[in-house]
């Protein structure tokens, strides 16, 4: 059974800074592209970064690209995301899931874990 669990989030200052972690099982972690999602109060579901299962090749969207990292460690079969400077449009339920982006609903992603809420505010 796949299994991802969201950890790392909180609620910060703008400016501030966060570092997700999602821990995987179930599957053979070191073979799939990993990627993160979010999703904002009433919108649908935004692709936020992504990358190779041998992570040698991030990717992100233009609106966190220079603020985020993703990373991942094989041998512990672990996802990170690490939020800089963090904005209020940043706020919302991040995901992390297996592969590449697949759609702007949650229910396109059959494996996913319960999120991490991340709530950027003064």
């Known amino acids: 059974e796949v299994q991802l669990v969201e950890s790392g989030g909180g609620l910060v200052q703008p400016g501030g800074s966060l570092t997700l972690s999602c821990a995987t099982s179930?599957?053979?972690?070191?073979?799939?592209?990993m990627t993160w999602i979010r999703q904002a109060p009433g919108k649908g579901v935004e692709w936020v970064s992504s990358i190779t299962a041998g992570g040698d090749t991030p990717s992100y969207s233009d609106a966190v690209k220079g603020r985020f990292t993703i990373s991942r460690d094989n041998r512990k079969n672990t996802l990170h995301l690490q939020l800089n400077n963090l904005k209020t449009d940043d706020t919302g339920m991040y995901y992390c899931?297996?592969?590449?982006?697949?759609?702007?609903?949650?229910?396109?992603?059959?494996?996913r874990g319960q999120g991490t809420q991340v709530t950027v505010s003064s």
């Open positions: 899931v297996q592969g590449w982006f697949g759609g702007s609903s949650l229910s396109d992603y059959a494996d």
């Open positions: 179930g599957f053979i972690f070191a073979v799939y592209p």
